[in-house]
């Protein structure tokens, strides 16, 4: 399976802290996604990566890639109360069926 | 833009019971994907769309459950006869080109068979 893991399973930080969260996954892929989920809500899409690129920025969210570690990195800076909410990576696997392939998540408690 | 369009919300039924989820997706999206959301298994993928044609349905757990796409701008999912192990919430997706490309979620169906 090229499903991705998220580490850790829970995170709980203050607010104005970075939060970091990891994912790795097991076969080559073509993109990376980051999603986030609220309690009860769908997930909302954070961002893509290819597989070409090694580092994104979307305002306080940082993701980082290692292809050769097989290994994705979310960096939320400054986090607020708001942030609080399930993180998951999605791997799509390249020469494969490619579908989308979601991790168990990381759920993150930012405390005020 | 309304987003990702689900009904019901909620759905409370007794085992055996017919269950159908509806989705109207964002204008404009070729790609339509259901998922499955439960603590133990996470959120699995039980069928894509593209074009309204279904190309991967390898994620349907089994013959009780059905998807049918009609139109571009409306697809269900369908339980006959359901089981307390459906239990879950139900995502629909959809997107600008397949797996790829930024899905766009549903608020869910949050689902109890008793």
């Known amino acids: 399976s090229q499903q991705g893991e998220e580490d850790p399973q829970a995170l709980s930080i203050q607010e104005g802290e970075n939060a970091t969260m990891n994912c790795s996954y097991k076969?080559?892929?073509?993109?990376l996604q980051w999603y986030r989920q609220n309690s009860g809500r769908g997930l909302v899409h954070l961002i893509l990566?290819?597989?070409?690129?090694r580092e994104k920025h979307s305002g306080r969210l940082r993701v980082t890639l290692d292809t050769s570690k097989k290994s994705s990195s979310l960096l939320i800076t400054a986090s607020r109360a708001a942030d609080t909410a399930s993180y998951f990576c999605?791997?799509?696997?390249?020469?494969?069926?490619?579908?989308?392939?979601f991790g168990k998540g990381t759920k993150l408690t930012v405390n005020p | 833009d309304a987003g990702v369009i689900q009904s019901p919300r909620h759905e409370v039924t007794e085992m055996g019971q017919e269950v159908t989820l509806r989705c109207k997706p964002i204008?404009?999206?070729?790609?339509l994907f259901w998922y499955r959301q439960t603590m133990m298994r996470g959120l699995e993928l039980l069928i894509y769309?593209?074009?309204?044609?279904?190309?991967?349905d390898s994620g349907m757990p089994e013959d009780r459950f059905s998807a049918k796409m009609p139109n571009a701008s409306f697809s269900t999912l369908k339980i006959q006869p359901s089981e307390p192990r459906d239990s879950a919430v139900y995502f629909c997706?959809?997107?600008?080109?397949?797996?790829?490309?930024?899905?766009?979620f549903g608020p869910g169906t949050r689902l109890l068979v008793l």
């Open positions: 769309f593209n074009n309204n044609v279904p190309i991967d």
């Open positions: 204008s404009g999206h070729n790609s």
């Open positions: 990566i290819r597989s070409n690129e």
């Open positions: 999605a791997t799509d696997a390249r020469g494969g069926s490619e579908k989308l392939v």
């Open positions: 997706a959809s997107s600008h080109g397949g797996y790829q490309e930024t899905q766009y």
């Open positions: 076969t080559s892929i073509n993109n």
